[in-house]
Structures are given as structure tokens and as C-alpha cells.
């Protein structure tokens, strides 16, 4: 029986100069950023919506072609710290953190909002969505969808979460922090074609940001603890398909306003995601080097 260590650890992979290492980044950022942004402005130019996912999945998936090319042909590094495997067996309370959080963001979300005086938690909307089916079991469907969508958004958390944040060095606050904001300018284009409306941009991308900041951090803990990018790609499901739909579903303004209009509702996550990450740093989650792990699995 072979422990498989965390893939922070130094001997997960073998470890490139800091030459390859720097041309690996220069490709990364080259089809991550160059194929992204590209593809989203041409999109946009011949007036396909980036509101459609279809349109959407090769910008998704460019930051896991990036890194893709530059593990298999810069670096020649491989995959072995790439996190590739489910590890089911040792990683499963993390899945169910990854599988239930979104769900308990959302509750926190929607409770500020009630607190606040924004939103009067009326369910109506909700059950509107699907005629004849009751508002829980709206809840129950997306939540049981997150697993088959996992694929769908591993293309971004294989990019940032696996490949670029062990890279950047200076410790793992310092390199979710930067990921973080390199991961939420990523995103920029995206608020001038339509896929998000804020009433004020500045100030919507500067939110936009801090939640950005925020979800690295609960994503890269998933990863670092369980040792599978899996359950970063399901968290980042239940935050696209539970969290910010149902928040859109409840709350969003039809007339596009900005009461609870982008802004509103790109902050209210914000609340419960701060305690979450406010209690990770402080119980050390991220202090030093690579934390054990609590239940490990046989090879």
C-alpha cells in the first residue's frame, strides 16, 4: 500500500529549470489569453452571443490547451503533479465540500439580501421556472447536473488551479492571490459583450474581482486538499449552474436595472465566500508548505 501525496508537495513532478519554466508560462498566457480573448472578440464580430454556452466552451477550455502545450512540449514536465486522477476513495469529503458548497453560498447570499432589505425571499420566481415542479426539486435538479457539467469547467480550473497557481511561487496565499487577479482580467472582455451588464463597469469589474479572488481560494483549497482537480471543476460547476443562476433566477431585475441588477448580485456571494476563506486563513489553511492529507488512498 503507496500513500499518493498531495500534488503541492516538491516531488510531485519533476521540476523544470526556470527557463522552461518561464517559456511554459509565455505559452500559457499566449493561447490562455491570445486564443481567448480572439475568440471572444470574433464571436462578438460576427454577432454570435457569448451568452450561449456553445459559443462559450472554446474560451473555457483555452486556458487547459495552454497548459496542455506547455506541460506536454516546452516543459516536457508531464502531468504527474496535474491532479488528473478522480482519488475518490481518500478525497470524497471534499467532493461533498465541492458538490453542497455552491448550494450554502447561495443560502448565504440570499440570506444578506433578506437582511439587507433586497430581496423579500420570495420563492415565486423559482417555482415559475419550471411549471408544475415544486422550487426544491428546481434546487435538487441543478445540484444533481453538477457532476456531468464537471468536464465542462475543467478546462478553466486545469489552466489556473493545476497548472499556473503551484508556478507562481512565493508561497500558496501569494500565488491564489495572484492567480486569483491574472483569472479575473482573464474574464474582462466578457462585461463589454454581453455576457454581464453592470450599470457601472468600473465598479462592477472591481467586485468581479474580489469575487474572483475569493472563489480561487475555496477552488485551490479543494484542490490542495484532495489532490484531484475534480473537485474544483465541480465546485466551479455549482457556482456557474446553482449559485449564480439561482441568484438569477430569484433576484435579477427583467427590466436590467441595477438594483439587483450584475453588480448586486456579483457581491451578495461575495458575504458568505469572505467567511468561508476568512475562516480558511484562519485556522492556517494556507500557511507554509503543503498540508498533509487527512485520508490518504492506496495507489
Request: with cysteine.
Amino acid at each position: 500500500m503507496t500513500a499518493v501525496p498531495l500534488l503541492d508537495t516538491p516531488d510531485a513532478a519533476p521540476t523544470p529549470s526556470d527557463r522552461a519554466r518561464r517559456r511554459g508560462l509565455v505559452a500559457f498566457f499566449a493561447i490562455a489569453f491570445g486564443g481567448g480573448w480572439l475568440w471572444v472578440l470574433g464571436a462578438n464580430a460576427l454577432g454570435q452571443s457569448l451568452v450561449n454556452p456553445l459559443v462559450q466552451l472554446p474560451f473555457a477550455f483555452m486556458p487547459a490547451l495552454g497548459a496542455i502545450v506547455a506541460r506536454r512540449w516546452v516543459t516536457r514536465e508531464g502531468f504527474a503533479d496535474a491532479g488528473l486522477g478522480l482519488r475518490l476513495r481518500g478525497a470524497w469529503p471534499y467532493y461533498v465540500a465541492a458538490w453542497l458548497g455552491p448550494l450554502a453560498i447561495t443560502a448565504g447570499a440570499a440570506g444578506t439580501a433578506v437582511l439587507l432589505g433586497l430581496w423579500d425571499g420570495d420563492l415565486a420566481p423559482l417555482r415559475d421556472a419550471l411549471p408544475g415542479v415544486p422550487w426544491w426539486l428546481t434546487v435538487l435538479l441543478l445540484v444533481s447536473v453538477m457532476p456531468l457539467l464537471a468536464p465542462v469547467y475543467w478546462g478553466e480550473e486545469f489552466g489556473w488551479t493545476s497548472y499556473l497557481r503551484p508556478r507562481i511561487g512565493g508561497g500558496q496565499l501569494r500565488s491564489i492571490t495572484v492567480t486569483g487577479l491574472i483569472w479575473a482580467v482573464w474574464h474582462y472582455p466578457l462585461a463589454f459583450v454581453g455576457y454581464v451588464e453592470f450599470g457601472n463597469v468600473g465598479a462592477g469589474l472591481l467586485v468581479w474581482t474580489v469575487s474572483f479572488l475569493l472563489q480561487e481560494m475555496l477552488l485551490a483549497w479543494l484542490f490542495i486538499r484532495s489532490g484531484s482537480i475534480w473537485t474544483a471543476a465541480l465546485a466551479h460547476a455549482g457556482n456557474n449552474m446553482v449559485l449564480s443562476l439561482l441568484l438569477a433566477v430569484l433576484m435579477e431585475d427583467p427590466d436590467g436595472g441595477d438594483g439587483l441588477g450584475a453588480t448586486t448580485l456579483t457581491w451578495l456571494p461575495i458575504v458568505p465566500m469572505a467567511v468561508l476563506c476568512g475562516w480558511l486563513l484562519w485556522r492556517g489553511a494556507f500557511r507554509g508548505g503543503a498540508r498533509k492529507s487527512p485520508r490518504r488512498h492506496a495507489r
